[in-house]
């Protein structure tokens, strides 16, 4: 079945700076890769997603990349705020109901 | 509402109790799935409904863990006999689309159950 791995568990930025959070997938049957950002206390909220026919999708601040022949995928988040602070997920889904989950990147933008 | 609602959201129960979860999709969403996060985990896939029909139950962890969505829409997900490992957060989330066209999942906030 699928496995995603995803880097770094943890990520300090300051305000204004950049933000790249990077995991990888191992079924080539993959789809469908989504980025849920969770706050505490709350599920995760879908912020940007991108298919397996496309390269690169850009949302304002953020953006994300798929390379299927190195199966990896990457969200770019570009002048980072406060409230960018929260716990990121990648996920990637195939031809079944089964998305899997990557450990989480927890990004704190410093003032 | 116009999101995926559950409840309770915080749930303790002792070991061996049986625990019922509920989770309200949005409306017209045919596809529901139910998911287990634990502490700094990310969610694992429990099982899938489409309208009132159990497509997927693989993830279920044991046949302690039951779910049902009788009318295809409100969903219970029950658990019994309750042990400590299943202390975790619970997400229920919908998508319009039945099966393999469905893509975008919209979660809920979760119930936390502590199991002591």
């Known amino acids: 079945g699928e496995n995603v791995e995803q880097h770094p568990s943890t990520l300090s930025v300051q305000e204004g700076d950049s933000a790249v959070i990077k995991c990888t997938y191992s079924?080539?049957?993959?789809?469908?890769f989504p980025w849920y950002k969770q706050e505490l206390g709350k599920g995760p909220q879908l912020i940007i997603d991108i298919r397996s026919n496309v390269g690169e999708k850009k949302d304002q601040r953020i953006a994300v990349t798929l390379n299927k022949t190195a199966k990896h995928f990457s969200l770019h988040i570009t002048e980072t705020q406060p409230e960018d602070s929260a716990v990121y997920f990648c996920?990637?889904?195939?031809?079944?109901?089964?998305?899997?989950f990557g450990a989480g990147t927890r990004l704190t933008v410093k003032p | 509402g116009a999101g995926v609602s559950q409840s309770p959201r915080y749930k303790v129960a002792k070991r061996g109790q049986d625990v019922a979860l509920r989770c309200d999709p949005i409306s017209g969403h045919v596809s529901l799935f139910w998911y287990q996060q634990a502490l700094g985990q990310g969610p694992e896939f429990l099982t899938y409904f489409q309208n009132e029909a159990q497509l997927d139950k693989s993830g279920l962890p044991s046949d302690r863990f039951f779910a049902e969505r009788p009318e295809g829409s409100v969903s219970t997900l029950k658990i019994q006999r309750t042990q400590q490992e299943d202390s975790a957060v619970y997400l229920c989330?919908?998508?319009?689309?039945?099966?393999?066209?469905?893509?975008?999942?919209?979660f809920g906030p979760g119930t936390r159950l502590t199991v002591t």
């Open positions: 996920a990637a889904r195939g031809n079944n109901n089964d998305m899997r």
């Open positions: 079924d080539s049957a993959s789809n469908y």
């Open positions: 989330a919908s998508s319009l689309r039945p099966g393999y066209s469905s893509y975008e999942q919209y």
